[in-house]
């Protein structure tokens, strides 16, 4: 099909630069096509991006990083346009393409400084009151969550950073169904197909990946080895849909809130507006002897009027420590710290200790009076520590979009369509 539009000279090239507010480039933001969502691709180091396609004027791009709020433009505006320049010096004619920059405005991922700045409320913090303010949200909440099957079309994104730098990500598009009536314990059943998926690798922090997977330097690498070892690279760890399916199911606002809303006494009203009121939930765990702990914070931002919860985030510390350490296998490792261990120092670590801080954010859309999933986005920073001292730090970055939603005649997946393994493109970012 691709190939028969190159033919009609149907397909166009679209091309612009990612900036902040400060005009700061944004590496590996997700460009797409909402309507063809497997045709998108991911800026460069640089902020640019471009990709080909068949789009009407009208179409919407749509530009998202996280951490930023998402941008959608029409393909018209992205569409390259060229004109012949005129050299007077030399009297040459040159063509001079005009590119869009899209601005992303800074949308904070967790709302952990708000929350700690706020003052609590003396009034609502006594526990009567603290209980009809939360029967309220509850019964709000009931009401406006859907009861019956829902499905999803959604464009998830992973990258993995090592020293404050992105080196990798992998873009998935896929169908999610949520059956509220199946779920055990009271959660919902998610279900997840994968549908297509790429992988971009920043090219210079891949050779050096690939030298560690070779037990070489870069400079030895010869060109055919250095082929081989890339697609080692690549397929050496299959995440399969495990990191998208689990962001999806995180962050299960309406169960998570009604199997807490009794423990009164780990309530805070935490901030309070005449619009707006912030409850947080703050729950504490520790297992098998103390050697696994872990903190959630939830904060519910809620209506002050009609106790409608407007988003929801998530704070989670967790600390781990195994007395005589296990064993990993090298794939996991690989996916761990692909670029800072080499081979001999991966198949000698046990991991003694881990340290972890995650924020989760949720934003809701209203659909005929009931309230679906919009978007999720998810911040890691951890450090995993060995034997002997080999400390690994992990930084994860992922965000879900929803780009489609069907509320009536939704059946569940079959399961070879959930189980299908699906090919991956492997993009060089330069």
């Not at 179409?59 to 930023?68: E, H, L, T």
């Not at 098998?288 to 985030?313: E, N, P, W």
């Not at 978007?375 to 002997?388: C, P, Y």
Request: aromatic share 8%.
């Amino acid at each position: 099909m691709k190939i028969f539009l190159f033919i009609l000279g149907l397909v166009s090239t679209f091309s612009g630069r990612v900036v902040d507010e400060k005009g700061q480039a944004i590496p590996y933001a997700t460009v797409y096509p909402e309507v063809a969502p497997e045709l998108g691709t991911a800026t460069n180091n640089d902020g640019v991006f471009s990709f080909e396609a068949d789009l009407q004027p009208s179409d919407q791009v749509v530009v998202s990083f996280i951490g930023f709020e998402k941008v959608t433009v029409k393909s018209e505006e992205v569409r390259v346009k060229s004109e012949e320049v005129r050299v007077k010096s030399e009297e040459l004619r040159v063509k001079r393409e005009e590119v869009r920059t899209i601005v992303l405005k800074e949308q904070p991922i967790a709302l952990q400084e708000t929350v700690v700045a706020a003052k609590k409320s003396k009034q609502r913090n006594k526990r009567k009151q603290m209980a009809v303010l939360l029967h309220s949200v509850y019964l709000k909440l009931e009401e406006e969550f859907a009861h019956t099957n829902t499905a999803y079309q959604v464009v998830s994104d992973v990258r993995m950073h090592s020293n404050n730098s992105t080196w990798g990500m992998e873009q998935m598009i896929a169908n999610v169904v949520v059956l509220p009536e199946e779920g055990m314990e009271g959660k919902d059943s998610v279900q997840f197909q994968a549908r297509f998926c790429k992988r971009f690798f920043d090219a210079h922090k891949r050779a050096e990946a690939d030298a560690i997977l070779a037990g070489q330097t870069i400079e030895r690498l010869e060109k055919d080895q250095k082929e081989k070892f890339m697609r080692r690279a690549a397929n050496a760890v299959d995440s399969g849909v495990v990191v998208h399916e689990a962001l999806f199911a995180l962050g299960n606002m309406r169960y998570d809130f009604q199997e807490t809303m009794g423990d009164l006494k780990h309530w805070t009203v935490s901030n309070e507006s005449e619009n707006e009121t912030v409850l947080t939930h703050t729950q504490s765990e520790s297992r098998y002897l103390g050697c696994f702990k872990m903190t959630f914070q939830r904060h519910y931002i809620v209506d002050s009027k009609t106790y409608a919860v407007r988003r929801f985030s998530e704070h989670a510390e967790v600390k781990v420590y195994i007395p005589f350490g296990i064993k990993l296998n090298k794939d996991q490792l690989q996916l761990l710290n692909l670029l800072n261990m080499g081979e001999q120092e991966i198949s000698k670590f046990r991991l003694r200790r881990l340290r972890a801080n995650v924020d989760l954010n949720t934003i809701y859309q209203r659909v005929d009076g009931h309230v679906y999933t919009l978007e999720k986005n998810m911040v890691t920073d951890a450090h995993i520590i060995g034997s002997k001292k080999a400390e690994i730090p992990i930084h994860i970055k992922a965000t879900q979009r929803v780009t489609g939603l069907q509320t009536q005649d939704v059946k569940p997946l079959r399961k070879n369509q959930m189980t299908r393994r699906i090919k991956r493109e492997i993009v060089e970012i330069y």
